[in-house]
């Protein structure tokens, strides 16, 4: 596994396991298999509902506790302070541990500067390992380091070889923040998987497209946490350390960047409305 250093000097590994849309049911045994594999970071959220299993699988493992990177999610309806506290210490309890390696403002909606303070408050009594912030775009994240203690380490966006975020990557570079790619291959969308120009390449360094896909975003010192529920699938998607590609197939690749989103725009205010409408009627399992 290959490892990135957080501007707090923790360690990251560049390649993880997501838990989004892998139900309670399957979670269990996703995560000890991607565990057995050799994945070494899992992303869950408050809001994925399986932090109780994800913590289940890690128990299960055999993997020690400290090999482990474990990032979660603060969901909008627990922003704010007050409400934000104590939805770390419900994760912690949901994932049978009594530190989380990452934690993340899911959403940049709500009163996440609140949110954000309770993070700093949790990381300083050593309950959280590293925090950061998820789909915030450049107007907000600059917006927030300017006014944050504990700079944030990551922020987990949109990125793919469609959506490339080459704008908001400078401007985390810029404030040391760690790029990290939710949706790698866009969850499927826009026929990823049977993309022409993916599987050129992917022919030539005898890989799959997805291969492909992820070792285009890793060479950008992107972190990539790609979903499977299928176990050859899972090792497929680890198997990327062994080849490169070349400067030129890069550029191709740099081509297909259309700089708009697979799935919406968190700018849209009907979005905003659904998100708060979703905030409203999902009940967590404490
Ligand atoms: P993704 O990883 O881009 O795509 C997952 C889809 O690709 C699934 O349908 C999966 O099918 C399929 N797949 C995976 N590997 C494959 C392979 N080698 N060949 C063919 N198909 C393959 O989508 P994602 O789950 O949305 O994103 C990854 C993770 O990012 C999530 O699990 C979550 O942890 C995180 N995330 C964060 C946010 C956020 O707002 N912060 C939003 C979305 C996701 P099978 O499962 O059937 O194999």
Redesign the pocket.
């Known amino acids: 596994m290959k490892y990135i250093t957080l501007n707090n000097g923790v360690k990251m590994p560049k390649l ?7 139900t309670p049911e399957e979670c269990v045994r996703c995560v000890e298999d991607a565990l057995r594999v050799g994945y070494r970071l899992i ?3 408050q809001s ?1 509902d399986n932090e109780y299993e994800v913590g289940k699988a890690i128990q299960q493992s055999g993997v020690p506790r400290q090999h482990i990177f474990l ?1 979660t ?1 603060i969901w909008m309806a627990n922003s704010g302070y007050e409400k934000a506290c104590q939805s770390i210490d419900d994760s912690l309890r949901r994932l049978q541990t009594d530190y989380i390696d990452l934690m ?1 403002i ?2 940049p909606f709500g009163d996440y500067y609140g949110t954000y303070r309770a993070m700093e408050d949790a990381y300083k009594a050593g309950k959280l390992r590293a925090i950061g912030v ?2 915030f775009f450049g107007d907000r994240l600059v917006d927030l380091c300017h006014t944050v203690e504990v700079m944030p380490a990551v922020d ?3 990125t ?1 070889i469609f959506h490339q975020q080459q704008q908001l990557s400078t401007i985390m570079k810029r404030y040391g923040v760690v790029h990290e ?8 969308r826009k026929n ?2 049977i993309n022409p120009a993916l599987q050129k390449i992917a022919t030539v360094h005898h890989k ?4 492909i896909a992820l070792r285009f975003l890793l060479q950008k010192d992107i972190v990539v ?6 176990c050859e ?2 090792i ?2 680890l198997d990327v350390f062994d080849f490169s590609l070349t400067a030129e197939e890069m550029q191709r690749l740099k081509r297909f960047d259309s700089d708009d989103s697979a799935f919406f725009s968190h700018y849209d205010p009907d979005m905003v409305e659904s998100f708060y409408r979703l905030s409203e009627v999902r009940n967590l399992r404490i």
């Open positions: 993880g396991y997501g838990v989004y849309q892998v992303d869950t959220a994925y990032t999610k993340l899911h959403q998820s789909n987990q966006v949109e793919h790619a939710w949706g790698p291959f866009a969850e499927g990823f998987f799959t497209t997805a291969q946490i790609p979903k499977s529920v299928h699938r899972m497929q998607n």
